[in-house]
């Protein structure tokens, strides 16, 4: 399999930046992007599971806005009776995780126990959790108290050593999903699974199961990202999360994962997620493009970054 | 006087990167004969036909069409010089109806649109030609094998075949599908086609070729009339020493002892009814039927594969209820499958990954050991003879017979008391199968309960201690002993005569 | 409802043919509404504000009956329209147009059927199509705010621009800006696409303060870039940013120009509740002779401390 094509794709983002914009290599900025990124990133580490399995979720983005807003409503009921205080914070989060994995389960158990196609599926429930969402907020915005919020705040903003802590619980949920993906038998399932479904079961994986919990697993960390989230803007709205399921799936079929199951690779996940927000960044950083032709330079660059790969791959 | 040469190979060879496969192969493909090329698996029996088909080019030497020097640039350019062949892998669109295959490609018209009857009319006629009664409408993918090999026959009728290629093509069809198939292209050869075709099964090479080639390791080591060769110089040929004695010896009685799978009462819905049997310590039990009788769906049933019921389960004297696969392979139950591609292996993962999936728990319970996973591939490459090009190829990649070890060795990982195995030798060649055959049989000597389902006739009789005949989902009758002969067990399979009263159903 | 002053006029005639109204003929008349879903803040307050209108109405006229459906795509609004005449028989139709090119041939042939045609906020390509045209005043949106600008920052400074998804309503705002500040000596020196959305706008304004070292005020031209933007320049803990302008008047930034907040001097309003207007003119029109046809154009207006408490809606979402 091919190692070089987006490692390649994103050295050359990070040598492109840093000749534009002196402050491209600055932490301010590599600080940005990494904390940027871990939304898209933590979801992407989940779906790089659903996909290695044969399955694909589009629900993420609208999961996550309609987690978000629920996480505001709980907190905000909660406050008269718990205060500010780190209580209504683990509330806050139990609700977001709950939630998440609940979600997930609903949607795997409608693909794999009454075996509807998951791309039906996850388009009723993206459909569904995206109309919650507006309706929670009435068609505006749902925000979080706001003495709460500014208590919640370092959640997203603050960190450990100068790092903050989207960054490093993106980075802890990459170390457990790679470690899940290469050498867990999880891993090894899903990617039986995702190569030949009968195979698999004719080797004892139990494969509904085993795809079950990829949906589950892709829940919760919509939760995690959602609890990194709110505390940023401190609000969710119908406009919260839109095409995150994209950006996600892209992010996983960029870093090698194959689109229809059997390989995954959690490590090519993060860099996709990556190169897609430094794309974001270097052309905010820069005045090379007309901003109208901020999509096309994303897409183009995508499509380079897997052909590269298949030429890797094509070469051995 | 031979017939004149209507597609020929003159020293041709073949190399993927440094590797030579095929050294300076010549042969002819005359008007009018049949052509059986035979060889183990991996003697370039593949390239060869690939090479003549159009699908690769030679490395050196020359095609000669009519005489002439040819080079098809594809597939489509052998097509229009008429040379047609079918793949042991059908190649066929599943999705699409019998006629929308047969006419893939080139379909009739009529002005703008597509003229259905036409086509449906044709395609009644070239099925009605091999005596195959499918409907013209029916998807390929609710065909059985044998159906959908008829179709591939069909489809190259269709297109009035000079040349015709065939890849094993008997391997997945029942006796009386082959009889017909043979009819078919004694027929074709008498409307002076020229055919090539493969095979495994010596007695139909001895039964149906004008000429025999044999190939070993890519070299060209015997090429002359059928009448000159028997099946026993054939097979020495093929493998480069003596494989007259094929099956190991049987025990003198067959054993009796401790009964270690006792099954009453089972049946799969609408496949297999009341299957009632033992199986004891040290026996190789052989499963004999057609294809459709329901040997595989009991089998797997009683595996927990698919669902099924039974009266009463027991292993080694004790009830047990099967579920799942894991209820089975926990009791020490195991079944290998008859489709090696489709269910058996991962053929896009390498040897390792697919050796220990049916028992992963052994290599950690989290996390897997990958070192304890190369040292059990040692082992098995060792004890199995499987023969890569290198540890990491995808499996997809080893010939057949490799494959089929792995899978036997993968099955084995889960350390069946019992071990069930369907079609263990399908599509493999004499070498291995004597192999696999001695495996069977020194497991057995060892103590476990092995079950052979298997459709060809030479192996149930040569392996099998007693043997269980199965019609339409129901036991026919188990035989024993001296019953065991080959017009008995086509008899009970085909539900005639045998003194037997039980009826037809 | 009626905050505008120029929309004071209007209301005193709807008032006026209330009564009237009710004395009309008992014939039931259908009033089709066709919006733009709720996918941001400023859509939000405009469904809202549709919704309660066609509730209390209903009340009002027993005789007329109201159809409302939301689009979330061009295509669909097409569809819901098609839909509307065919199915219910509308005889008016208010219609917020999501873009101008594709709705104008469907709206057209509803006008040509004789039903009455209201167009609010973005007009059709073609002129003279629509009975009522009620409007915001879209350059006059970006002249209000430049001038405030041009007010707070005498000497000149620098200034980023966050615009909203590219169409023609961004385009005329910031053009209207762009003349209002010509030869004050502020100087735009970045401009990018936020897409009046609070996540686009925070990254946008997070690369800004990183590739700008001096940024002296922001011009986010909508409350909810707003809303990301002051998270980005409080996370980044930059002083050097004096003050922020959104607009259309979001109740949660109305409350801190309200409260005297430093960073949040002022807003421009862009009222979503113009919808409520049109469809109330649209009911008078269809219900009574009083005239209601036109342009109607509700102008920008500054929203500072001393005037916020007359823009501050707690209850609507937006």
Known sequence: MSVLGPVIALLVLIVVGTALNSNFLSAANITNVLARSAFIGIIAVGMTFVITAGGLDLSVGSMAAFIAGLMILVMNAALPVLGIGIPIILLGMAVALLAGIAAGLLNGFLITTLGIEAFIVTLGSMGIYRSLVTWLADGGTLSLDFGLRTFYRPVYFGGLFGISWPIIVFALTVIVGEVMMSRARFGRHCAAIGSNESVAHYSNVNVNRTRLMTYAMLGMLVGVATIMYVPRLGSASASTGVLWELEAIAAVIIGGTILKGGFGRVWGTVIGVLILSMIDNILNLTDLVSPYLNGAIQGVIIILAVILQREAKAKG | ?505 | ?318
């Open chain 3, 1 to 318: 409802m009626s905050y505008m002053k120029t929309l004071l006029a209007g209301c005193t005639a709807l008032t006026l043919s209330t009564g009237a109204a009710l004395a009309q003929d008992d014939e039931t008349r259908v009033i089709g509404v066709s919006i733009p879903a709720a996918t941001h803040g400023w859509a939000g307050g405009m469904n809202f504000h549709a919704q309660q209108t066609v509730e209390r109405l209903e009340e009002v006229y027993p005789q007329l009956d109201f159809v409302l459906a939301t689009a979330s795509d061009a295509g669909k609004q097409v569809n819901d329209i098609e839909d509307m005449v065919a199915t219910r028989g509308i005889d008016a139709l208010v219609v917020l147009p999501f873009e101008s090119d594709p709705l104008t041939p469907p709206v057209q042939s509803v006008a040509e059927s004789g039903a009455w045609v209201t167009v609010v906020d973005r007009g059709l390509s073609v002129e003279g199509v629509e009975d009522l045209y009620v409007a915001g005043d879209n350059p006059g949106f970006g002249q209000v705010s430049g001038e405030f600008m041009v007010s707070q920052m005498p000497d000149g400074g620098k200034i980023v621009v966050l615009r909203g998804i590219p169409t023609t309503i961004d385009n005329e705002r910031v053009e209207g800006f762009e003349q209002a500040i010509e030869g004050s000596g502020i100087e735009v020196i970045d401009m990018e696409h936020g897409n009046w959305n609070r996540d686009d706008s925070f990254n946008v304004m997070q690369d800004f303060l990183s590739k700008h070292p001096q940024i002296d005020a922001v011009w986010a031209s909508d409350d909810d870039m707003a809303v990301g933007v002051l998270a980005a320049i409080d996370a980044a803990g930059r002083d050097d940013v004096q003050f922020v302008l959104g607009g259309a008047g979001m109740k949660e930034l109305v409350k801190r120009v309200m409260d005297g907040d430093e960073m949040i001097p002022a807003d421009v309003t862009y009222p979503p509740s113009m919808i409520a207007t049109a469809i109330e003119l649209t009911a008078v029109g269809l219900t009574s002779n009083a005239p209601v046809s036109g342009t109607f154009t509700i102008g920008s207006v500054l929203v500072t401390p001393e005037n916020a408490e007359q823009f501050y809606y707690p209850d609507s979402p937006f």
């Open chain 2, 1 to 505: 006087m031979n017939p004149p040469s209507v597609l020929a190979l003159r020293q041709v060879t073949k190399s993927f990167g440094p590797v030579e496969v095929l050294h300076g192969v010549t042969l002819d493909l005359r008007a009018g004969a049949v052509l059986a090329l035979i060889g183990e698996n991996g003697a370039g029996k593949s390239t060869t036909m690939k090479i003549l088909a159009g699908i690769e080019a030679p490395s050196s030497g020359q095609i000669l069409l009519d005489g002439k020097e040819v080079s098809f640039g594809s597939l489509h350019d052998a097509e229009e010089a008429g040379i047609v062949m079918i793949h042991q892998e059908f190649n066929l669109a599943e999705q699409l109806t019998v006629e929308q295959n047969i006419f893939l490609g080139r379909e009739l018209r009529k002005g703008w649109l597509l003229d259905k009857a036409r086509m449906r009319r044709l395609t009644r006629e070239y099925l009605a030609r091999i005596d195959c009664h499918i409907d013209p409408d029916t998807p390929v993918a609710k065909l059985t094998n044998s159906d959908k090999q008829m179709v591939e026959i069909a489809k190259a009728l269709s297109r009035d075949a000079r040349v015709l290629v065939m890849d094993e093509p008997t391997a997945v069809l029942t006796g009386s599908e082959t009889r017909i198939l043979f009819e078919q292209v004694r027929a074709l050869r008498e409307q002076g086609t020229a055919i090539l075709f493969t095979s495994h099964k010596l007695g139909e090479v001895a039964e149906i070729a004008d000429t025999v080639t044999v190939l070993r390791d890519g070299t060209l080591v015997h090429d002359g009339p059928a009448r000159d060769i028997t099946e026993d110089e054939m097979a020495t040929a093929m493998v480069g020493r003596d494989v007259s004695d094929l099956f190991p010896d049987k025990p003198a009685q067959a054993p009796e002892g401790e009964v270690l799978l006792r099954v009453e009462g089972l049946s799969v819905p609408g496949r297999a009814q009341d299957i009632s049997f033992d199986l004891h310590r040290g026996e190789i039990l052989g499963i004999a039927g057609l294809i459709g009788s329901g040997r595989t769906e009991a089998m797997e049933g009683l595996c927990g594969l698919r669902a099924c019921s039974s009266t009463r389960i027991e292993i080694g004297g004790k009830p047990v209820s099967i579920t799942r696969p894991g209820d089975a392979l926990e009791r020490g139950l195991c079944y290998l499958t008859e489709d090696r591609k489709l269910r058996g292996l991962l053929l896009d993962k390498g040897m390792r990954e697919n050796l220990t999936l049916q028992a992963l728990h052994k290599y950690g319970r989290v996390l897997i050991d990958t070192a304890a996973e190369e040292r059990a591939l040692d082992r098995a490459i060792g004890e199995f003879d499987i023969r890569a090009g290198s540890r990491t190829i995808a499996v997809g990649n080893l010939s057949g017979g490799n494959q089929q070890k792995l899978l036997l060795a993968k099955v084995m990982q889960s350390e069946p008391v019992i071990l069930i195995v369907d079609e263990p030798t399908r599509g493999i060649d004499i070498g291995t199968k004597q192999q696999i055959y001695a495996f069977l049989r020194k497991l057995a000597a060892e103590g476990h309960g092995i079950v052979v389902i298997s459709s060809e006739m030479q192996e149930v009789i040569g392996l099998s201690d007693r043997v269980m005949v199965m019609r339409s989902g129901r036991i026919a009758k188990t035989l024993s002993g001296d019953e065991i002969t080959e017009d008995t067990i086509v008899r009970h399979a085909m539900g005639v005569g045998a003194g037997s009263t039980e009826r037809v159903a």
